[in-house]
Antibody, heavy 120, light 107 residues
Framework: EVQLVESGGGLVKPGGSLRLSCAASGFTLTSYTMNWVRQAPGKGLEWVSSISSSGSYIYYIDSVRGRFTISRDNAKNSLYLQMNSLRAEDTAVYYC?????????????WGQGTLVTVSS | DIQMTQSPSTLSASVGDRVTITCRAGQSINSWLAWYQQKPGKAPKLLIFKASSLEGAVPSRFSGSGSGTEFSLTISSLQPDDFATYYCQQYKSYSWTFGQGTKVDIK
């Protein structure tokens, strides 16, 4: 069974840093495109970043490029999102999502999310 | 980035009603459109991909249609489990973008 478990969220001051983790089980991370998708409180979904199965292709939404870094640890079968220079507008639930069986561009499996709050 | 616009933002309906949600893309995305369902406090769930293909476990009362810039999600007979928020997503080109969501609530 595919499982994704996020951790690492919390309260951080503007300008601070946080690293989110996503522990994957039931599949091998390096076989699938992995993503981070966020949802601000009471708002809609926003794709944040993707890393291809090979690790060769990495994409970011413009608003986080240069501040966030997606990475993975193949030995731990875990995905990460290093978030630096955090802003109030980064406050959201962050979901880790795996590609679906139908397309690497779809979000077929999701974790439960971890809340990041950026506030002084 | 490709802008996705859903309408309506909120839809009030009763069990058994036929409901339709519309999604419009800012430019042609062919059929590279997906629909997700999200319930409060839960992660989204993929319902439909490539505009009209149902994900394996999705009930047949859900259907999707459209191509180019105009798309719709229809629930033929609304069930209690269907009260949720629905999002469209384009996957023609990065950045992947979602519509703002349509909340289906009880009339």
């Amino acid at each position: 069974e595919v499982q994704l478990v996020e951790s690492g969220g919390g309260l951080v001051k503007p300008g601070g840093s946080l690293r989110l983790s996503c522990a994957a089980s039931g599949f091998t991370l390096t076989s699938y495109t992995m993503n981070w998708v966020r949802q601000a409180p009471g708002k809609g979904l926003e794709w944040v970043s993707s890393i291809s199965s090979s690790g060769s292709y990495i994409y970011y939404i413009d608003s986080v490029r240069g501040r966030f870094t997606i990475s993975r640890d193949n030995a731990k079968n875990s995905l990460y999102l290093q978030m630096n220079s955090l802003r109030a507008e980064d406050t959201a639930v962050y979901y880790c999502a795996r590609e679906s069986e139908y397309s690497s561009s779809l979000f077929g499996y999701w974790g439960q999310g971890t809340l990041v709050t950026v506030s002084s | 980035d490709i802008q996705m616009t859903q309408s309506p933002s909120t839809l009030s309906a009763s069990v058994g009603d036929r409901v339709t949600i519309t999604c419009r893309a800012g430019q042609s995305i062919n059929s590279w459109l997906a629909w997700y369902q999200q319930k409060p406090g839960k992660a989204p769930k993929l319902l439909i991909f490539k505009a009209s293909s149902l994900e394996g476990a999705v009930p047949s009362r859900f259907s999707g249609s459209g191509s180019g810039t105009e798309f719709s999600l229809t629930i033929s007979s609304l069930q209690p489990d269907d009260f949720a928020t629905y999002y469209c997503q384009q996957y023609k080109s990065y950045s992947w973008t979602f519509g703002q969501g349509t909340k289906v609530d009880i009339k």
